[in-house]
């Protein structure tokens, strides 16, 4: 059974970086069909996919974020980590990894959710 795990800051300073690493158990982190997402949620608002590594490291963010966002992994962990620079208060949100399709159009396994505030 796969369990993923964020782990990071909880508080992040305006226009410093955040990172956030997710722990992949269970197996499974380099099988060619999934990708490995990260997806956020802010107050109040539904939730939005960042980006995704996949199982050859080829990366894919949103457009909205890629200015800002890059995803690496290390396979020796299980683990793969969002960077976002130059955050704001609006990067405010519950983030998530995720294992599913490609852009997150369907996702099977959540990892519980890190909140991560912006403030300084």
């Known amino acids: 059974q796969v369990q993923l795990q964020e782990s990071g800051p909880g508080l992040v300073k305006p226009s410093q970086t955040l990172s956030l690493t997710c722990t992949v158990s269970g197996g499974g982190f380099t099988n060619y069909i999934y990708f490995w997402s990260w997806i956020r949620q802010a107050p109040g608002k539904g939730l939005e996919w960042m980006g995704y590594?996949?199982?050859?490291?080829?990366?894919r963010y949103s457009p909205s974020l890629k200015s800002r966002t890059s995803i690496s992994r290390d396979t020796s962990k299980n683990q793969f980590t969002l960077h976002l620079n130059s955050v704001t208060p609006e990067d405010t949100a519950v983030y998530y990894c995720t294992r599913g399709g490609q852009y997150a159009d369907y996702v099977d396994v959540w990892g519980q959710g890190t909140q991560v505030t912006v403030s300084s």
């Open positions: 590594i996949d199982y050859t490291g080829i990366t």
